[in-house]
């Protein structure tokens, strides 16, 4: 059955027939989705004009250094393969979201305000614990700059905005709207300029409530400038949720950072993660990176194409809660046969880490066994003058777990007619090519890339050493069994030596035993003699 806000498409052009001609301009095209975004453009959509990507120079290469060196990567390699001349498509333009008219040259403005017909604005300081004036820099004034610069785009169809699924989460039902920010945009844009980092740190006091972090709130923020530019230029926000590897493209499991849930799911690979404070009974809120990517294409092909609702902001909330849900322990249970048939390699414990409600368990957990074990491996690896990690290490993952603590001990609810729709509008070849319907996302098998892919493209373990990574986390297991045996053995022992009868008692039991050994002994070797 159709979405309810199911349009009738039948006369569109496809998505690559729509893309044909047309060039892009592309802000964050060279982080993780952005990455994936050009790569996707660029495959299924091969008659697309020029991709323009905002770039500025980064550890000392330049715009164009950067993209050529971003097209070496393995996400690219199905281009190399089978589109090697698209590349020459993609076109640095010099630029900076912090710097004043976006950094970019008279020259190159011109050229974008003449030549581009669709935006993705998608660049912004991902960093949750962002200073709230970087945040506003760039996630918020940031976006009032790209709308500037949108305005004066005489091709201009579509300027898609990339926003957070958890932008109003002072909201328990999170519909595919906006909701206007308590703060003006404008007033906060102007006063990070002046404020020193007293003033600055007192305001973010007042203002962040109810959100976890800044970018939550400078995302909302940006929403705001959006939709109040909805008659001047022709947008949409896509709101993914949590954005997690590749399900099929470019590669299955395909990412290229720690950040977020897959630092975390490293970790407890690794056996360095015990404990997690989460509610296994909520939704994982989560969506593949190429799901994602998928849902921001369509989207800009129904707003090019959508003339009735040609000055009405739409909105997309790129979700997966009501379309095939699963739970944060689900995702656990589900996801242990595969750590144990894939391992990492060098695991330093069985990785058997769990998720746990009650704050305080979890607290005494990772005291126990994040702490103390950490702080011995350091004292040892000084005695033996070899570089010490883990205290730092476990410093990393408890901020890690800091910052998806809100999301993992919250639950919300997602309704996403409009995304469900997009995949609806859109013709059976299009639904193939541009797959967005996390309906028929096989949980399991999904599961089981995402642990191959983080071992793969981050941690750099070729599959190779997979047979010698299992018998590792075999040996393990039985090193584990046999450290809670003896833990347990005295642990018993002790309770026991509190209580004189039953010391007494156990003595008596131990003496029995010795003798009956004792006797067995010698009835064997006299039968012998």
Known sequence: MAPRNAMDT?????????????????????????????????????DVGKIYLLLRTKRGLSEDARITEMLKLPVFERIRNERPGAASKVVAIPGDLSAEDLGISAENRALLQREVSIVFHSAATLKLEAPLKDAIVQNTAGTAK????????????????????????DHLVLEEETNDSPYEPEDLMKSVTWMNDEMLAELEKKVLAPHPNTYTFSKRLAETLVKR??????????????????????????????????????????????????????????????????SLISASWKRVNDKVNKDKLQVYNITTGKLNPITWGEVVNRGRKHFYENPFEGAVWFPDGDIRSNKYHHALIVYLFHWIPAILIDCLLFIFGQKRFMIRLQKRISFG????????????????DNFAALNTEMCPKDRETFFQDPRNVDQDEYLKSIIVGARQY???????????????????????????????????????????????????????????????VTLVVGGKN
């Open 401 to 416: 777990l800091h910052l998806l603590h809100f999301f993992t001990t919250r639950e919300w609810i997602f309704e996403n």
């Open 146 to 169: 790209m709308i500037e610069l949108a305005k004066g785009m005489k091709k201009l169809e579509a300027f898609i905005h990339l926003s957070t699924a958890f932008c109003h989460v």
């Open 229 to 294: 530019a909805e008659r001047e230029i022709p947008a949409a926000i896509c709101r993914p949720s949590i954005v997690v590897p590749s399900l099929n493209e470019p590669k299955p499991g395909w990412v290229d950072s720690l950040n977020g849930p897959v630092g975390i799911l490293v970790a407890a690979g690794k056996g360095v993660l015990r404990s997690m404070n989460c509610n296994p009974e909520y939704h994982a809120e989560v969506i593949p990176v190429d799901i994602a990517i998928n």
């Open 10 to 46: 039948s006369k569109w052009p496809t998505i690559p027939e729509m893309y044909k001609g047309r060039s892009i301009f592309i802000t964050g095209g060279s982080g993780f989705m952005g990455k994936v975004l050009v790569e996707k453009l660029l495959y299924s959509c091969p």
């Open 458 to 520: 981050c941690m750099k373990e070729d599959l190779s050493t997979l047979p010698a990574a299992r018998r590792h986390v075999n040996r393990l297991w039985w090193v584990q069994k046999i450290f809670w045996g003896i833990i347990y053995f005295y642990l018993a022992y002790w309770v026991i030596s509190w209580n004189d009868s039953a010391k007494t008692f156990v003595d008596s039991g131990f003496d029995g035993v010795k003798s009956v050994i004792t006797g067995a």
